[in-house]
Nanobody, 123 residues
Framework: QVQLVEFGGGLVQAGGSLRLSCAASEFTLGFYAIGWFRQAPGKEREGVSCINTGIGSKVYADSARGRFTISQDNAKNTVYLQMNSLKPEDTAEYYC????????????????WGKGILVTVSS
């Protein structure tokens, strides 16, 4: 059974950094897109970043571009989201998801989801 498990969330001060990990099992990176999405309290889930793991192409939301970096480690079957210069508005539950392609960071393009991990940025 496909599994996606997020690691690395927590509490950080504004301006700080966190690295989220998405550990994949029962499938191999290289054939899928892995995206990061987030949902803040009272808001809809939104796309943050995505990587087409077969070719390494990346997509970023405007809110993430220049601050966040998505990457993959095929040996560890893991996708990372390095988040720098964090802001209080980045506070959300972060999810990684698997799809066939990144597209326009739509959750409708993803068909397998992790359970999520909380990131809290204090001001």
């Amino acid at each position: 059974q496909v599994q996606l498990v997020e690691f690395g969330g927590g509490l950080v001060q504004a301006g700080g950094s966190l690295r989220l990990s998405c550990a994949a099992s029962e499938f191999t990176l290289g054939f899928y897109a892995i995206g990061w999405f987030r949902q803040a309290p009272g808001k809809e889930r939104e796309g943050v970043s995505c990587i087409n793991t077969g070719i390494g192409s990346k997509v970023y939301a405007d809110s993430a571009r220049g601050r966040f970096t998505i990457s993959q480690d095929n040996a560890k079957n893991t996708v990372y989201l390095q988040m720098n210069s964090l802001k209080p508005e980045d506070t959300a539950e972060y999810y990684c998801a698997r799809g066939n392609y990144c597209g326009r960071l739509s959750q409708n393009d993803m068909h397998d989801w992790g359970k999520g991990i909380l990131v809290t940025v204090s001001s």
